[in-house]
């Protein structure tokens, strides 16, 4: 078995990893690189294998760093299968087609205004390559097994994160190898906890927060003292939002605290058609989350629901303290960067963060308290308050991961630590190898690493068991 780290290797963004096995070509997941100008360039690369080469696609969930890269892989000839659970698949629908028109629309804009270098700027994909690739989309529920070839298949456990996330767990013979996604918090209010893989020979585990653990402070507490303090200086909330997961959150919280009276009774608006149709969802996969059906009815009486340009745009002409809810979580595009232009010069205002700012970012800036941020092709000054709610999170922590690690029955053979910055991905590493004694690694981008194959299936073992792990190859 050979696997190459195309993606989300010392960075949390394009994560992509190619399995080759049993005569078959397997990418898991295929991801969009974010961020800094560098990373996003690699999108513009040519596929390192003919992309119909490949035999199958897995999916562990809809972000657009898992997901957003699809459409340029059916574009280039890709026409297998696109597994993912049902939650992924009708999230992915959503996702891939707003992704495809923000690109063109930006590519659009750049012509009119001569933003860019090219001439003509022309987006990444398009609409049509985006419904080309839905349509290869074949879901597959959670903890069923799904044959690829007659050794080799795969199945999808819950890793909680956003709605229909999942790990992936791969048999090759009696060989396992395991991929965790993105693993979401063990207490989530709304998405259920991560379930780890009984055992694996293999393991690929994601590090967004392997360096730290995440504040152990009540966000909605953290929310209502935000905005008392803006309102009591009659000023407003601009929220930078992620679609999906995150805008649910923050109006289950805000329903809460208008439930109690411990937010005043201002308008609240949640302008991102994309967040309104994904909260629409939740009703469709109930058994993926936690959420009653009362709680889900209070979650869409929340917030005003803003579909249209000409709603957002009249959201404007109002007075005096309100929320404005609006994508993308780290202000890379959508209809916050039009707030944002309207309000971020103003002190009485708050600029609240409730979400990770990937470097190179305009969040990341903001986080930073950058003096000016740039907005269609101008510099506007940040005068207002920037807040960021820290503890919501829907990555598990370094103690988080390290509990979902040490459930499994036996330690792997080896354990490549991925989807996190340098620093947070070698931090975890060290803290696998001092606390659980497992052979650890951070594998560098297109490193590729021969797995050994397992003649007769490994005994887990007592769990806990710290059994010594053995050596996985060298990478190239």
């Given at each position: 078995m050979k696997l190459t780290f195309l993606g989300a290797a010392q960075?949390?963004?394009?994560?992509?990893?190619?399995l080759e096995a049993a005569g078959k070509r397997v990418l898991i997941d295929c991801g969009l690189f974010q961020g800094t100008k560098n990373l996003r360039l690699r999108n513009w690369d040519a596929l390192p294998f003919p992309a119909d080469s490949l035999d199958a696609v897995i999916l562990t969930h809809a972000h657009i760093d898992h997901c957003g890269y699809l459409p340029v892989l059916a574009r280039n000839g890709y026409r297998g299968p696109v597994y993912c659970t049902p939650g992924t698949a009708d999230l992915c629908g959503i996702m891939l087609r707003d992704s495809a028109r923000l690109q063109e629309e930006d590519a659009a804009f750049a012509n009119r205004h001569g933003f860019s270098k090219h001439h003509p700027a022309l987006p990444l994909y398009t609409l049509e390559d985006a419904e080309q690739a839905l349509r290869l989309i074949a879901p597959r529920p959670f903890d069923e097994p799904v044959p690829l070839d007659a050794q080799l298949n795969f199945r999808l456990l819950p890793a909680g994160h956003i709605l229909g996330a999942a790990?992936?767990?791969l048999c090759n013979g009696h060989t396992v190898i395991a991929f965790s996604g993105d693993l979401g918090r063990p207490d989530d209010p709304i998405v259920r906890a991560p379930a780890a893989p009984v055992h694996a020979d293999y393991l690929v585990v994601e590090s967004?927060?392997?360096d730290r653990l995440h504040d152990a402070l009540n966000p909605e507490n953290e929310l209502a003292e935000?905005?008392?303090?803006?309102?009591a200086r009659g000023g407003l909330v601009v929220m930078p939002c992620f679609a999906v997961g995150r805008a649910q959150e923050i109006l289950y919280y805000i329903a809460r605290l208008k439930q109690s009276e411990r937010m005043a009774n201002v308008p609240v608006y949640l302008d991102s058609p994309m967040a309104i149709s994904v909260t629409d969802l939740y009703r469709r996969h109930m058994s993926d989350h936690r959420l009653t059906v009362s709680q889900l009815h209070a979650i869409d009486h929340a917030a005003f629901m803003v579909r249209t340009v000409d709603e957002s745009k009249a959201i404007a002409s109002r007075n005096g303290p309100m929320v404005i809810i609006a994508g993308s979580g780290m202000v890379t595009g959508g209809r916050v960067l039009h707030h944002l232009s309207l309000y971020a010069s103003d002190p009485r205002n708050t600029i609240a963060l409730v979400g990770y700012q990937a470097p190179g970012t305009r969040g990341a800036a903001l986080e930073a308290h950058a003096p000016a941020i740039k907005l269609h092709g101008d510099y506007v000054r940040v005068r207002a308050e920037v807040s960021s709610i820290t503890s919501?999170?829907?990555?598990?922590?370094?103690?988080?991961?390290?509990?979902?690690l040490a459930s499994m029955s036996c330690p792997p053979i080896h354990t490549f630590v991925t989807h996190g910055e340098p620093a947070a991905a070698d931090a975890l590493r060290r803290r696998i190898v001092e606390t659980l004694h497992w052979e650890c690694s951070v594998p560098e981008y297109r490193d590729s690493v021969e797995l050994a194959e397992q003649t007769v299936r490994r005994d887990p073992g007592p769990p806990g068991d710290p059994a010594p792990a053995r050596a996985a190859g060298g990478a190239s």
């Open positions: 960075t949390v963004t394009g994560s992509r990893y190619l790990s992936v767990v967004t927060y392997g935000m905005f008392a303090r803006t309102f919501l999170s829907a990555h598990s922590d370094y103690s988080e991961t390290l509990r979902w």
